[in-house]
């Protein structure tokens, strides 16, 4: 298993950012490489919820379903992925500070079979820049 994790401060407190972040309409203005997504169950977010993602990753376009794992609002949220034998776990925790927030963004990633070592190098290695990226992108939209 290979952990990435990357964290900044936003501008808003963790309510204001958990609200945002858990709102699927938001996710393709804030998450690097996000070109839309979908909740594919009924009613607010919770454990178990499902939405299917569609990104942008290493040149290609892919759909993967995200399942909330953990949900603890304002300060944590678990959404789990499984793409062609890789499995994500992407965690993202919430604290208060100085009138804003401050985010860690950290993804937990495990390969399998023959190449799954490999690929979780490979895979890390995306993932840093695509975190710093959302990270940015989340401060700016929560500006705008």
Do not use: C, Y
């Not at 997504?37 to 990104?55: C, H, K, M, N, Y």
């Not at 379903?65 to 925790?93: N, W």
């Amino acid at each position: 298993m290979r952990h990435v994790e990357r964290s900044g401060d936003l501008p808003v407190d963790p309510d204001a950012a958990f609200a945002f972040i858990a709102d699927l309409d938001n996710l393709p203005r804030w998450q690097s490489g996000v070109t839309g997504a979908e909740q594919l169950t009924d009613g607010p977010i919770a454990v178990g919820s499902v939405a299917r993602v569609e990104r942008s990753l290493m040149g290609q376009t892919i759909q993967a379903d995200l399942t909330v794992t953990e949900l603890d609002p304002p300060r944590r949220l678990v959404l789990a992925t499984e793409v062609s034998g890789m499995k994500v776990d992407a965690i993202l925790t919430l604290e208060p500070r100085d009138g804003g927030s401050h985010a860690t963004f950290g993804m937990d990633i495990r390969g399998g079979g023959l190449f799954g070592g490999a690929m979780e190098g490979m895979v890390a290695g995306a993932a840093e820049g695509e975190i710093d990226a959302s990270l940015t992108r989340l401060r700016e939209a929560l500006t705008s």
